[in-house]
């Protein structure tokens, strides 16, 4: 199925480790994308293919699954990371569809 | 660098059309697919289709089909999408979004395009 579940909120303190996480049956077969989006932004990759951070992207993001979950961990949260991230995926096994979870807001506290 | 720059804000009636350009620089445009994402407010992303510049071919979101038409102008990098039959549930901002060939992430994008529907 073409579903992304994500928590709708994390909050945690700055300095501390944020884990937002997408579960999705898809996700054994296909790769996960994250983005970033601030308030009145577009989004932004912080995550490609699972694991992998696209140049410019800090250190403390980073990227992980498992089965039919993956997962984005932010390190050392800083108030500038608060913001909607949202997870994203494809399928064209049967016709070609791209498809995004239904977004995580991370509260720095 | 990249750049993928929208046409500006666009106010419609219900029933009405909007077309949104998307003007695509700093790189081969034709190597790259362009997808096209929406956001009504204060909700998430919806992905609408893709339209891949070199050979025209597209695919739209089941959720569109019938309504959603995307066409390029190679002569000036710029991809369109034309949204028919518009009503207030369209009212959203509107993103085109870059996609290497054959890969389904979306690594640069518009600014986004407010369409507001409203009789």
């Known amino acids: 199925s073409y579903e992304l579940t994500q928590p709708p909120s994390v909050s945690v303190s700055p300095g501390q480790t944020a884990r937002i996480n997408c579960s999705g049956d898809v996700l054994p077969k296909q790769y996960a994308y994250w983005y970033q989006q601030r308030p009145g932004q577009a989004p932004l990759m912080v995550i490609n293919k699972d694991t992998e951070r696209p140049a410019g992207i800090p250190e403390r993001f980073s990227g992980s699954s498992s089965g039919t979950t993956v997962t984005l961990t932010i390190s050392g949260v800083q108030a500038e990371d608060e913001a909607d991230y949202y997870c994203q995926s494809a399928d064209n096994s049967a016709t070609y569809v791209v498809f995004f979870g239904g977004g995580t807001k991370l509260n720095v506290l | 660098q990249v750049q993928l720059v929208q046409s500006g804000a666009e106010v419609k009636k219900p029933g009405a059309s909007v077309k949104v350009s998307c003007k695509a620089s700093g790189y081969s445009f034709a190597s790259f697919y362009m997808h096209w994402v929406r956001q009504a407010p204060g909700q998430g992303l919806e992905w609408m289709g893709i339209i891949n510049p070199s050979d025209v071919n597209t695919r739209y979101a089941q959720k569109f089909q019938g309504r959603v038409t995307m066409t390029r102008d190679m002569s000036t990098s710029t991809v369109y999408m034309e949204l028919s039959n518009l009503t207030s549930e369209d009212t959203a901002v509107y993103f085109c979004?870059?996609?290497?060939?054959?890969?389904?992430?979306?690594?640069?994008w518009g600014q986004g395009t407010l369409v507001t529907v409203s009789s």
């Open positions: 979004t870059r996609g290497p060939t054959g890969e389904a992430e979306l690594d640069s």
